[in-house]
């Protein structure tokens, strides 16, 4: 069954490229990134795993732990890591599933048949603290994910976590954000000592509240 927004991510343990994980125990309270790729030695997917390797830093700011996972063996991606070297000057510096047996991908529903009946598709399910699934995305294996994006909603997804606050179209870390329509104006001017611009009776910005 579809993984939904809220619903528990689902525990597993796999071999992967840095030997077996419980996926609850490794990520323990941290965020995590789980990303399905489709194939190894496939070109889109090699970029792909180059840039991640490359934010990696990025990810580790906002702690959040990366995992990535194709239905290749263990011996293909080992083969593999030395060409994302070689593409992208990014070496492997988190975990690929090796899911041989699709327990994984079946588990997250990583398999759309009508799309490709054995690979996955890229999927990304953003996992909070908690264990929740706080986003899920899915890309065709045609088009390469937007790295920078995700990161940019994992600010977001951080900070209305701690904040009663929404973030408005293209937000970026820094930038003004809404605030909670369930708050009213008395709530919002207890909790946003900087203040608030009504630009409409349910469309207040405010400063971001963590700057
Ligand atoms: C790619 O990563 O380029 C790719 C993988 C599987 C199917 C098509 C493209």
């Not at 525990?11 to 965020?31: I, L, Q, Y």
């Not at 937007?146 to 408005?168: G, K, M, Y």
């Amino acid at each position: 069954m579809a993984i939904r927004l809220g619903d528990e991510a689902p525990d597993f343990t796999a071999d992967t490229t840095e030997g077996t994980v419980n996926f609850h125990d490794w990520k323990g309270d941290s965020w995590a990134v789980l990303f399905s790729h489709p194939k190894d030695f496939t070109p889109v997917c090699t970029t792909e795993l180059g840039r991640v390797a490359e934010l990696k830093p990025e990810f580790d700011k906002r702690d959040v732990k990366v995992i990535g996972l194709s239905v290749d063996p263990l011996t293909d991606h080992e083969g593999w890591k030395q060409d994302i070297v070689d593409v992208t000057g990014s070496e492997l510096n988190f975990p690929l599933i090796a899911d041989s047996d699709r327990t994984v991908s079946d588990l997250y529903d990583m398999v759309h048949p009508n799309a490709n009946d054995t690979l996955t598709v890229r999927s990304v399910f953003v996992v909070g603290p908690d264990n929740k699934v706080k986003l899920t995305l899915t890309y065709p294996a045609s088009t390469g994910r937007n790295f920078d994006e995700l990161l940019r909603v994992i600010d977001s997804l951080q900070l209305t976590a701690n904040h009663s606050v929404a973030t408005p179209a293209d937000w970026k870390d820094g930038e003004d954000v809404i605030v909670a329509p369930a708050l009213s104006d008395e709530e919002a001017e207890e909790k946003f000592p900087k203040g608030f611009e009504k630009k409409k009776p349910y469309l207040r910005l405010t400063p971001q509240p963590n700057r």
